[in-house]
């Protein structure tokens, strides 16, 4: 016979555990206390960060925070000493970065690394995710099917660079465009890559003020009308700031302050984290 505590103490675990799914829901991605030491130095010391879905998370912190750290380790290029991320209610803990990137986790660099000798279609082209239309022998029997992928490859990939103003670019070298143009390059590559969550390490980074303002207003753009996520590093607080939903700063290694950015600068912690630091 079941006593009644035990009913009840089943029925509450079983709302605490839908309740929670609900919550989780509402986050693409989360890490639950990571850590990472290099040798005696502990870069990472038990952060926890949650990324809301269809938004965009700015993430700032003083050299030498963690910052680049935790991305590399969200993005499977470290692996974690301890702690979990969650993606889409998965454990992608360790996984390698390739894999990550299939899944829809896609990174860019602070410096963009286009292939320099391809146009800009041809750089979107490149990035498209494999088929198998790609083998050879599959491609040869169905010369047709090969065709029609590779023309809404093509179509798909006009459709991106219209909407990040690059159109009128398409048959120019990448090494044609601006430092901004170079930077929408890269969202357009990831963009073809299959984005749901884009991270991104400094995207108004060697950029003037006016095309900086340009790449976050495209960057909130996309996350309205095309529900893509978007956790952020920038250290062009100023500018960021009035783009973004939510905040992190992180202080040797860990998390001191988050919640609207505003809150966020504005906290003590933060402004001694960059004064001190």
């Known amino acids: 016979m079941v006593k009644p505590w035990a009913r009840v103490m089943a029925v509450s675990t079983q709302a605490a555990r839908a309740e929670q799914r609900v919550a989780t829901s509402d986050f693409i991605l989360w890490t639950e206390g990571i850590v990472k030491r290099f040798g005696g130095v502990v870069a990472l010391d038990g952060v926890s960060v949650r990324i809301p879905r269809k938004r965009i998370t700015l993430l700032i912190g003083p050299n030498g925070s963690g910052k680049t750290t935790l991305v590399n380790v969200i993005s499977g290029f470290y692996a974690p000493d301890a702690g979990k991320v969650i993606y889409e209610g998965k454990d992608i803990t360790g996984k390698p970065p390739h894999l990550i990137a299939r899944m829809g986790i896609i990174r860019t660099f602070q410096i963009p690394k286009p ?30 099917r090969w065709i029609r992928v590779e023309d809404e490859a093509v179509e798909r990939a006009f459709k991106i660079l219209k909407l990040l103003g690059l159109d009128k670019e398409w048959d120019q070298r ?3 465009l601006s430092g901004a143009g170079l930077k929408l390059l890269e969202v357009g590559r990831a963009l073809m890559s299959g984005a749901r969550l884009m991270i991104m390490d400094e995207p108004a980074a060697g950029v003037n003020p006016a095309k900086a303002h340009e790449i976050f207003s495209t960057l909130t753009r996309l996350r309205d009308e095309h529900g893509i996520t978007f956790f952020i590093i920038e250290h062009r607080i100023d ?6 939903d939510y905040a992190y700063a992180m202080h040797l290694g860990r998390v001191i302050s988050e919640g609207p950015p505003e809150k966020v600068l504005h906290d003590p912690r933060v402004i001694e984290s960059y004064i001190g630091g």
């Open 239 to 244: 500018i960021a700031a009035k783009y973004v």
């Open 174 to 176: 990448a090494t044609a």
């Open 115 to 144: 292939f320099l000798n391809l146009t800009v279609l041809e750089n979107l082209l490149a990035a498209n995710p494999p088929g198998s239309y790609e083998n050879p022998y599959l491609a040869w029997v169905s010369k047709r």
